[in-house]
């Protein structure tokens, strides 16, 4: 059998997932790299509340429920982002007062879960909740107006967790958050948050760190204290994932894909020495990422490239995976 990131991944017992936009599974070759590759896959955009829950009594849950059917036929697991989150609301539910949107947000989170129960086992609940100044983020749901729990602290993110647990106790519940993948003060509060939430009981089963890096000295830097800070995060019982990784450039010079397979492996080399779970891209090729559409010149990231031929990228994470040097 051919050897593919799934197959080298699978002997480690080891999730190797991709975030996907559902219509690009009409693409063959798309759907064919995607099945053959990844053991798990990620609506991209498809269970965020805008898209799944669009009007006031309309779900949308169709695009989800392709992407699950592709992956049961592809035996692979899908997994879920995500619930309580600032960015990708639906319009309808703006200028609704604190008592109605904690109504909103706890029956959008047990239907949406009670919809997909034992289809989706792990949820990304509560998304990017600390700002870059390592402050709880404002947002529709914590304080603008929020559910009730403004200025309550971290009260907003126990009662998403709390709900997500009812809402079916099986799944496994994650805090996913991006730049806190060195020790910095994003990533000490974010430590803090969970340390505090934990000792109170709250049902957070994980930690996903999106490493959405940036070749050269970004990616350098955090990866100074990268292993020290999943470290940290450990020793509170959180189970690890690397949930949303690319590594993005500026127009590439000679050079840059090797040197962006290297950080690649590195990548890869820490997950598994630090018993990393998941190891989610968030896309598979240059041809289809958020980053041009958000930082203009950048890209690149991906471990395929626009024609979905494999980059040095690819042959890194393969070859990390299968332990050689
Ligand atoms: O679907 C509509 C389409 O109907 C419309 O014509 C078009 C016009 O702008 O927009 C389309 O929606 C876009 C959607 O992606 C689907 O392509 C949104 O505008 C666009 O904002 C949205 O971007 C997504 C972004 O999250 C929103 O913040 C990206 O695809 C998605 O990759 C990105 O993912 C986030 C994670 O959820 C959280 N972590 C960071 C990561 C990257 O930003």
């Not at 064919?32 to 991209?44: D, K, M």
């Amino acid at each position: 059998m051919e050897t593919t990131l799934r197959s080298a991944a699978q002997k480690r017992n080891l999730k190797i997932g991709c975030a996907v936009a559902t219509h690009l599974l009409d693409d063959p070759e798309y759907a064919r790299i995607l099945g053959a590759e990844f053991n798990l896959i990620e609506p991209e955009n498809d269970l965020k509340f805008g898209p799944v829950h669009p009007e006031k009594d309309q779900y949308n849950f169709a695009p989800v429920e392709r992407q699950i059917a592709f992956a049961q036929s592809h035996n692979q697991e899908v997994r879920g982002h995500t619930l309580t989150w600032h960015n990708q609301n639906a319009p309808w539910i703006e200028g609704k007062s604190p008592d109605e949107l904690n109504q909103i947000l706890k029956d959008h989170i047990f239907t949406v879960m009670h919809h997909f129960k034992g289809q989706i086992k792990e949820w990304d609940v509560v998304n990017e909740a600390i700002n870059d100044e390592a402050q709880i983020r404002k947002s529709i749901w914590y304080n603008e107006p929020g559910i009730g729990l403004a200025d309550q602290n971290y009260e907003y993110i126990a009662q998403s967790f709390r709900w997500a647990h009812e809402a079916d106790p099986d799944a496994k519940l994650f805090y996913n958050d991006y730049n806190i993948e060195k020790i910095s003060s994003k990533s000490d509060r974010t430590y803090e948050m969970l340390k505090q939430l934990l000792s109170e009981g709250v049902p957070i089963y994980g930690i996903g760190f999106q490493c959405h890096f940036v070749l050269g000295s970004d990616f350098d830097e955090a990866f100074e204290t990268f292993q020290s800070n999943i470290q940290r995060f450990k020793s509170l019982g959180l189970e690890i994932q690397f949930t949303e990784l690319d590594i993005r450039m500026t127009e590439p010079q000679p050079g840059d894909f090797e040197r962006q397979a290297e950080a690649y492996k590195k990548t890869i080399e820490l997950a598994l020495e630090e018993g990393v779970t998941l190891i989610q891209l968030w896309g598979f090729s240059d041809r289809h990422s958020w980053i041009p559409y958000t930082f203009k010149s950048e890209g690149w990231a991906l471990p395929w490239d626009e024609n979905f031929k494999m980059k040095p990228a690819y042959h890194a994470i393969l070859a990390a995976l299968q332990g050689d040097n």
